[in-house]
């Protein structure tokens, strides 16, 4: 008989941010619990006890409460994989894997994922400023990945875990993929990595 496992994770399926800490939480044979927290959850006061932004994802880790994906993939990794290349100590590639948190906190989540959130789910939001965006950041990607496999690193790290879901499913949003090859093939490279899960596509038909 096996025990629960420790971690829970509140968050839902289809969202980018929280399939970058199931990806992490797979790829470091973590067991985990996902409780599903749709918007009219999270509205709710048990919620909002764990987080008061009310947003996903929300770990519990034994006594700890923590949001914020990309803080959840830095506590993951140095928890449960210290000194692992997911999250390097050399002071250089630790700023590199910082820098593309911070993309995806930024031009990610105001590019491509904004471009999906309005066209799945016909949200209010600006569609042609979220793929101008989305336009920049992923040409910026392109040349950054001229000659290179990964991200910030010679091997993947939490910063390509953080960046790959939105990236993937930026036609879901409208944002074609096909002018940026380079970013078709860091997307493999993120694929073949063992114990790799796919986000699901959204069953929701696109607005327009």
Sequence with gaps: MTSDPIIVLHGLPLSGHTHRVELLLAMLDL???????????????????????GQIPVLEDGGLVLADSNAILVYLAKRYAPGSPWLPEDPVAAAHVQRWLSIAAGELRYGPAAARIVALWSLDGDAIRAAGIAATLLAFMEAHLAGRRYLATDHPTIADLACYAYVAHAPEGGISLAPYPAVGEWLHRIEALPKFRAMPASPLPRAG
């Design 31 to 53: 067991p985990y619990r996902l409780i599903p927290a749709p918007d009219e959850v999270r509205q709710g006061p048990a919620f909002r006890r764990l987080n008061p932004l």
